[in-house]
């Protein structure tokens, strides 16, 4: 009997297998396509990294140059918030400023300076306190209230303010009572620093007090002039961003009449040339040095010492003079 011939199977049933793989393949697709349409920009950076783990710097520039289309419908329909900006503070004209409010409410006797990144503030012995007292006057109290309003509003430009206090030597040939020269420059230099932090417009860690005593003289202390020259407070503001430097150059440069930027407030109302601004560059002295003081006044040697200073006698037997 002969065989049946098996006729050759052809594979038909395979077509199966690729559809499906096929229609995997599209759903992955929409799938993706879905997830994209929603991206923020940590998935992209996942996805992207998880194929290509060095183009993640790439995918960031990309994302937020091209933001998806729903984030940035949903950011149309909302209110649009736009951040205030302030007008930036010219720290290098802050000084004619300072120097014009001060003209304008007739204080004089200040000398304030631009250097290449600070600012530098000379005020006379009489503008924040009389004799050998250590309590601010109405004027030094007006004095600062400027320097507040004109500094507060800038401060984010300064990275420190020092405040210095000196006394003068009172008798030329002994040097004062170490405890009453100490103190008494030390107490100045912190009463206008304390000043300026109670008025809350500038923040304290930027304030520093320093007290330099007789130790820093600009004038000779043998004349009532020169005494009146070195009775002085004075104010350091470094700009944001400088190289803090040793006191000895801020003085050096500042003594030596680098700086070409040197203002003298005159409280007259106007300058010599009807200008108007009320102060004028400093002149130089005989000596080279920029001269920033008014013509001093007569302060009686035996000007009374303040509770807790002793008097002249009283500083001669502990061992010095008094500090004026």
């Not at 052809?10 to 799938?31: E, P, Q, R």
């Not at 006379?124 to 507040?148: A, M, P, R």
Request: proline share 5%; glycine share 8%; hydrophobic share 35%.
């Amino acid at each position: 009997m002969r065989n049946k011939r098996k006729r050759p199977t052809d594979g038909g049933g395979n077509w199966m297998d690729t559809y499906g793989d096929m229609v995997t393949l599209l759903l992955t697709f929409f799938i993706m396509l879905f997830a994209m349409s929603n991206l923020n920009e940590q998935k992209w950076e996942v996805f992207v990294r998880s194929i290509y783990p060095r183009s993640t710097q790439e995918v960031q520039e990309q994302v937020s140059i091209n933001s998806p289309v729903g984030n940035a419908e949903s950011e149309m329909e909302g209110t649009l918030d736009v951040p205030e900006t302030e007008t930036p503070v010219d720290i290098d004209k802050l000084y004619l400023t300072l120097a014009e409010r001060m003209n304008e409410i007739g204080i004089d006797g200040v000398t304030v300076s631009r250097g290449e990144d600070y600012t530098f503030i000379v005020f006379e012995d009489k503008t924040f306190f009389d004799g050998d007292s250590s309590i601010l006057t109405d004027q030094g109290k007006t004095t600062l209230d400027v320097f507040c309003d004109v500094i507060g509003p800038a401060q984010d430009g300064v990275s420190q303010i020092n405040i210095m206090a000196h006394t003068a030597q009172g008798d030329p040939d002994r040097p004062n009572n170490p405890r009453t020269d100490r103190m008494l420059s030390a107490m100045r230099a912190a009463e206008v620093c304390i000043f300026i932090q109670e008025k809350g417009v500038i923040k304290p860690e930027k304030l520093v007090n320093i007290s330099y005593g007789q130790f820093r003289p600009v004038a000779d202390n043998s004349t009532r002039e020169g005494r009146t020259k070195n009775r002085r407070v004075e104010i350091l503001m470094i700009d944001e961003g400088a190289d803090l430097h040793s006191m000895n150059r801020y003085y050096d440069e500042y003594n030596s009449g680098v700086n070409a930027d040197r203002t003298v407030v005159t409280g007259q109302g106007q300058d010599a040339d009807g200008s108007g601004h009320g102060f004028a560059p400093a002149a130089p002295s005989a000596d080279g040095v920029s001269t920033t003081m008014s013509p001093a006044t007569d302060i009686p040697e035996s000007a009374s010492a303040e509770p807790g200073f002793p008097s002249g006698d009283t500083a001669k037997e502990t061992g010095g003079t008094a500090a004026e």
